[in-house]
């Protein structure tokens, strides 16, 4: 009597890993929609003694402003809350490429494509995002401070500070993982297509 051997489950088909993939999906949206919506509010708060509505307090100023004593100004007209708004747009355009290569990535993974030209180029798109996210971020630093010690000062001065933090330091990392790993991705892609037509 003979029993039929189960035929093994890939890893790749595995739940855990679809789960894994859907996990990864969905949290690079959230988080990028999430950064995006607190990003461009909070040039609806800046200006306002309370915050925005009463719920938003003055802590919404950016990061790099406080890091250098910046003040918020006391108060701040539309078309300059309009260019804070574009200022955000900088980085943040460059954080949404990175997340829709993500994108591309967990939706090759979910249709089984682990390797791949759809994952080298996913990986390769987010290792130039990650580059981009830390030049923007340079950009964002001088835009920011400029504007808001100009403003702050009566539009009579102001001061421009650029700095590299931990967050530019681990996102030029990333960035250059992501690169190294797409090479390797694509030098496996290669030596298996020369594999499979030797065969």
Do not use: K, N
Not at 46 to 75: D, F, K, N, R, Y
Not at 84 to 109: D, N, S, W
Not at 134 to 154: I, K, N, P, R
């Amino acid at each position: 009597m003979t029993r039929a051997l189960a035929t093994p489950v890939s890893p790749v088909h595995s739940p855990s890993f679809r789960r894994l993939a859907w996990g990864l999906l969905a949290a690079s949206w959230v988080c990028a929609l999430v950064s995006l919506v607190f990003s461009l509010a909070r040039w609806a708060a800046i200006g306002h003694e309370t915050g925005w509505g009463g719920w938003m307090p003055l802590t919404v100023v950016p990061t790099q402003a406080l890091l250098v004593g910046l003040t918020p100004p006391q108060s701040m007209e539309t078309q300059w809350r309009w260019v804070g708004v574009a200022l955000e747009c900088i980085p943040a355009l460059a954080m949404l490429y990175a997340v829709l290569c993500v994108h591309r990535i967990c939706r090759a993974f979910l249709a089984g494509a682990v390797f791949g030209p759809v994952v080298v180029r996913g990986f390769r798109g987010v290792g130039w995002g990650f580059l981009a996210m830390f030049a923007t971020s340079l950009v964002y630093q001088v835009g920011v401070t400029a504007l808001l010690s100009w403003l702050a000062s009566g539009q009579q001065g102001g001061l421009i500070a650029l700095g590299v933090g931990s967050f530019e330091m681990s996102v030029l990392v990333v960035g250059l993982m992501m690169l190294l790993l797409a090479h390797v991705l694509a030098e496996g892609c290669r030596l298996q297509a020369e594999a499979d037509a030797f065969v």
